[in-house]
């Protein structure tokens, strides 16, 4: 008989006891929508009835949610396509307890209410003592609106053309402010910039001078900008976004400006993401004078744009934990990446893998350090590993050159070097059988 015929009823694999174990701790949809998957393959003739529930059962997602645990092997250290930083084993540790109910607005001395998010200002204020006040949003674009109408609504930003970036995924600073009431006083030309320009707009009517840095892209040649240093002597107040979270200088990152320094040469405020060279959760981070940031933290709009709890748990435990993995990534020794990259190659050639070592370069990515460098290592794969590795589980990826998979190590922690080799003989095997 056709095995077609012998579909099983849904309800029938539904209430096999692995799939019901499943439901309770998944929920019934996915579930379902697994098991129907499963049986549409044995209605096709590609599946036995009897693996139907089996089948089912290797499809469902590891929790309750479609977002899939990745092994980032792209040599992007900050890949906003992929969550940005991973968060510390401390911070996940710190969402996981903050997951229930917690003391996020509540005095457990007094029996009160309290300040939201108590302890990561204060582990922010303590990290960048330079700053006087320090406030968070949910990203750091919501730091920048909340700027521009707390301090600018009706009144001009004064702004470099040079400056007027996008941000990604189509969103541009200059509408980003426009949308807030501010308007824009553009001064200068895309690529040169005086302090003479500035103090020639700078009026009655100026709310703050705005200083951004170009994060995504660099600029070389006939080009000059002027430093917060002289902005300050202005008399305007002066807003830095210098965008990708740097607390303080970095020597493998000397051209990334930093919170501490920026607030060091004058600024006002200064505004910067959390989850991306900090390492930390997506927020947005405020730091700068008592005065500034209290008319933020004031404003209604503060409340609109402020963090949740788990954010704010997994924040702190950031800024009081041990080195993040972007921290450690960042730093990591070539030479040990290139050690890693050859037992890998070579563990994987022993199982028949066409697979070899070699040197290759990483990016910070994220829209921060647009010009540094980062020697690495990488695995070269064959290219037509590439959507297996996609589509394991763990998901694997990697990035495409020379008509090759390379899987950059300085995206992985040396932790998951088991789970990649794994994962690359699993891809191997489903390519073969699917050749088959």
């Known amino acids: 008989m056709d095995d077609r015929r012998r579909v099983p009823r849904t309800d029938a694999v539904l209430g096999d006891p692995e799939l019901v174990v499943a439901g309770e701790r998944l929920g019934r949809t996915l579930v379902r929508e697994a098991v129907t998957a499963a049986l549409e393959l044995v209605r096709q003739g590609a599946l036995a009835p009897e693996l139907a529930a089996a089948t089912a059962l290797s499809m469902l997602p590891p929790t309750a949610t479609r977002l899939l645990p990745v092994l980032n092997a792209t040599g992007v250290l900050v890949h906003t396509n992929l969550g940005r930083a991973p968060l510390s084993a401390a911070a996940r540790e710190a969402v996981?307890?903050?997951?229930?109910?917690?003391?996020?607005?509540?005095d457990l001395t007094t029996g009160r209410r309290g300040r939201r998010g108590a302890g990561a200002t204060a582990a922010l204020a303590e990290a960048v003592p330079a700053a006087e006040a320090v406030h968070l949003t949910n990203n750091n674009a919501a730091a920048l609106v909340l700027a521009?109408?707390?301090?600018?609504?009706?009144?001009?930003?004064?702004?470099?053309?040079?400056?007027?970036?996008?941000?990604?995924?189509?969103?541009?600073?200059?509408?980003?402010?426009?949308?807030?009431?501010?308007?824009?006083?553009?001064?200068?030309?895309?690529?040169?910039?005086?302090?003479?320009?500035?103090?020639?707009?700078?009026?009655?009517?100026?709310?703050?001078?705005?200083?951004?840095?170009?994060?995504?892209?660099?600029?070389?040649?006939?080009?000059?900008?002027?430093?917060?240093?002289?902005?300050?002597?202005?008399?305007?107040?002066?807003?830095?976004?210098?965008?990708?979270?740097?607390?303080?200088?970095?020597?493998?990152?000397?051209?990334?400006?930093?919170a501490a320094s920026a607030l060091r040469a004058g600024a006002g405020l200064v505004t910067a993401s959390a989850d991306k060279l900090l390492g930390g959760p997506q927020a947005g981070l405020v730091l700068g004078t008592r005065d500034l940031v209290g008319r933020l933290r004031r404003h209604p709009l503060a409340r609109a744009l402020r963090v949740d709890k788990l954010a704010l748990a997994a924040l702190e435990a950031t800024?009081?934990?041990?080195?993040?993995?972007?921290?450690?990534?960042?730093?990591?020794?070539?030479?040990?990446?290139?050690?890693?990259?050859?037992?890998?190659?070579?563990?994987?050639?022993?199982?028949?893998?066409?697979?070899?070592?070699?040197?290759?370069?990483?990016?910070?990515g994220g829209g921060g350090a647009p010009d540094a460098v980062l020697p690495s290592a990488a695995v070269r794969l064959p290219l037509t590993l590439a959507t297996a590795l996609r589509t394991g589980r763990p998901a694997v990826v990697g990035r495409q050159h020379a008509g090759g998979l390379l899987l950059d190590l300085r995206t992985v922690p040396p932790e998951d070097d088991d789970s990649l080799a794994a994962a690359v003989l699993a891809a191997r095997t489903e390519r073969r059988g699917g050749d088959d």
């Open 96 to 106: 996981v307890a903050a997951a229930g109910c917690t003391d996020v607005e509540f």
């Open 148 to 258: 521009a109408t707390a301090l600018a609504r009706d009144r001009e930003i004064v702004i470099s053309r040079g400056e007027l970036v996008e941000i990604g995924d189509g969103f541009r600073i200059p509408e980003l402010l426009e949308s807030t009431g501010a308007r824009l006083r553009e001064v200068g030309t895309t690529n040169r910039t005086h302090l003479a320009d500035y103090a020639a707009a700078i009026g009655p009517g100026t709310g703050f001078v705005l200083k951004v840095h170009p994060s995504n892209f660099a600029t070389t040649g006939f080009v000059s900008s002027v430093p917060v240093r002289e902005l300050a002597t202005l008399g305007a107040p002066v807003v830095y976004d210098i965008g990708s979270g740097l607390l303080e200088p970095h020597p493998v990152l000397p051209n990334e400006p930093d």
């Open 319 to 364: 800024l009081r934990g041990p080195a993040t993995p972007v921290a450690q990534a960042l730093t990591a020794d070539s030479g040990r990446l290139l050690a890693r990259a050859e037992a890998l190659a070579g563990a994987l050639a022993d199982k028949g893998v066409d697979a070899v070592a070699t040197v290759t370069e990483a990016r910070v």
